[in-house]
């Protein structure tokens, strides 16, 4: 983004008010319900926030003036403006070049966005240019193979990257314009460098634990009541190739000690727990990793950059399922590795592309479908959690609520810290009265409108038995090691009306 440094800008400002005030007519330089800079937005020199509101956004520092998308330009206009400012003094001056290259020249417009508007424009900030105009949608790209002018040409294409610096396609699997959007929306959504996207939330672990150096000899820290099929897959394919597997409960607070005492080469953590929702203070781990030079892996797949971006708080590598949230309507199997350095996007993109787990054309459109929405839903997701929890800790049928919104979870002071103001999340669990099978069995047998299902994050409210469905392979010692009792029920709350959820809920609930 093109910015000019004012010294003094009281007085610039001033000259453009008097100078600009005979060609608004033209130009549509002032708004005319404040008089003052309509497509100018004032930037404080440390932040990218806007503080167009504030009389004095730089201070005795400065400011900055940067340009904010404008409309269609009339060149009489500009040229009015150049003249009668080139008249006067240094002031006018600054005021003439502010004018003369913020009209004539396009300018950057998502410089300020925040992450709602990026998750609802990012798909047309990344869009091919065309001249016979641009489609608002991503067209899809079914291809398997992309044509080239000249084998020269081509040659360059399987570099991935064209002289010109243009993205260069040659074979679907490895990459297409789909895929290609998706990350860079996600990895700009997470403030990482890149993202690579694959077919499902468990071949992008896969890639994770591969692109931190997961060899023979190495040693993972990996949380006690992480995902089951995440410890599986620990189990199945790493540990027989003797990469060390040390389970630790990494939600306390000794967890920095933990680190330094194990000395793990990758450790591998989760935003929220499944299915209790535990919390892990991730500026304490990667605090304590960069003490022992371990890579960072976390599954943020239930927070999701709307509530928390990992990568901010120094973890290296950040995973989703993004079969959850991000597709948000239950229709797509998808996953994301966003990398904080590019080394790491190198050897994520070469496993993605060796693995052959790419995610295809139509569920990347998906996913970019979802994510337009993901804010909304989300913040209705959050706001009908917390009333439903409120709701299950006062039912006489109900022993235990887990969910970091309520002020008696043990980590909500953490959650209120690290998560989006006064937001904690769509995914609860709660523990029947009895802690039997048989009564949870009555329960999900008598749901109505929340849908017996293995999945999570859809628009719909979704219960599941994880005794029996997510951590089905783990032994009842195991189970009841890291909190998880016959009569727990994991509960996904979804966009309905949240008394239609409460309706539902207390008829199915049996005391």
């Known amino acids: 983004m093109d910015t000019a440094r004012v010294s003094d800008q009281r007085k610039c400002i001033r000259y453009i008010y008097e100078n600009g005030a005979a060609a608004a007519h033209l130009h549509k330089l002032l708004a005319p319900d404040k008089g003052r800079l309509a497509n100018y937005r004032f930037v404080a020199r440390d932040s990218h926030y806007r503080h167009s509101d504030r009389d004095d956004p730089g201070g005795s520092r400065g400011i900055f003036i940067s340009a904010s998308r404008s409309p269609r330009r009339s060149l ?5 403006i150049c003249l009668r400012l080139a008249r006067v003094g240094r002031p006018g001056k600054i005021a003439f070049l502010l004018f003369w290259r913020y009209t004539l020249k396009p300018l950057d ?8 508007t990026l998750l609802v424009h990012g798909s047309q900030k990344h869009a091919i240019t065309q001249n016979s105009g641009t489609p608002t949608v991503q067209p899809i790209y079914p291809s398997t193979t992309y044509l080239h002018s000249d084998i020269e040409t081509l040659d360059q294409a399987f570099s991935g990257q064209l002289p010109s610096g243009e993205k260069a396609y040659v074979y679907a699997r490895q990459g297409n314009p789909n895929a290609q959007t998706l990350e860079n929306v996600l990895a700009e959504a997470e403030h990482g460098v890149d993202a690579v996207v694959f077919g499902s939330g468990m071949a992008a672990i896969h890639a994770a634990l591969l692109t931190a150096g997961l060899a023979p000899g190495t040693k993972i820290l990996v949380a006690q009541d992480l995902y089951g099929p995440t410890i599986g897959m620990l189990r199945t394919l790493f540990v027989p190739i003797g990469i060390e597997m040390v389970l630790r409960d990494l939600c306390c607070p000794n967890v920095g000690e933990i680190i330094r005492n194990e000395q793990p080469d990758v450790i591998y953590v989760e935003t929220l727990s499944n299915p209790l929702a535990k919390l892990i203070d991730l500026d304490a781990i990667s605090a304590a990793a960069q003490e022992v030079d371990a890579v960072t892996i976390v599954d943020s797949t239930f927070t999701t950059p709307y509530l928390v971006r990992p990568i901010e708080h120094g973890f290296d590598l950040v995973v989703h399922s993004a079969t959850k949230y991000m597709g948000g309507h239950g229709d797509t199997t998808s996953g994301v590795v966003i990398c904080s350095k590019n080394a790491y996007v190198q050897q994520a993109r070469t496993y993605a592309t ?14 970019m479908r979802g994510l337009k929405t993901l804010a ?4 209705r997701h959050c706001s009908n959690a917390l009333e439903v929890a409120r709701f299950l800790q006062s039912h006489p049928a109900v022993e235990r609520v887990h969910y970091p919104g309520l002020p008696d979870h043990p980590h909500h002071s953490l959650a209120s810290r690290l998560f989006r103001q006064e937001k904690f999340g769509g995914l609860l669990a709660f ?6 099978r048989e009564a949870a069995s009555r329960f999900m047998n008598r749901l109505q409108l929340c849908l017996p299902a293995t999945t999570l994050g859809d628009i719909y409210s979704e219960a599941s038995y994880p005794p ?7 032994t009842p010692i195991e189970r009841q090691q890291i909190g998880i009792t016959d009569g727990c029920i994991r509960l996904s709350v979804g966009i309905e009306d949240v008394g239609d959820i409460i309706r539902d809920l207390e008829q199915a609930l049996i005391y």
């Open 76 to 80: 009489l206009a500009p040229l009015y």
């Open 109 to 116: 417009q998502e410089e300020a966005w925040t992450l709602d």
């Open 354 to 367: 060796m693995l052959g787990a790419m995610l295809s054309p139509f569920d990347c459109y998906l996913v």
């Open 376 to 379: 909304l839903r989300m913040e």
């Open 431 to 436: 523990e029947l009265k009895g802690q039997s």
């Open 468 to 474: 029996i469905s997510s951590h089905r392979n783990l």
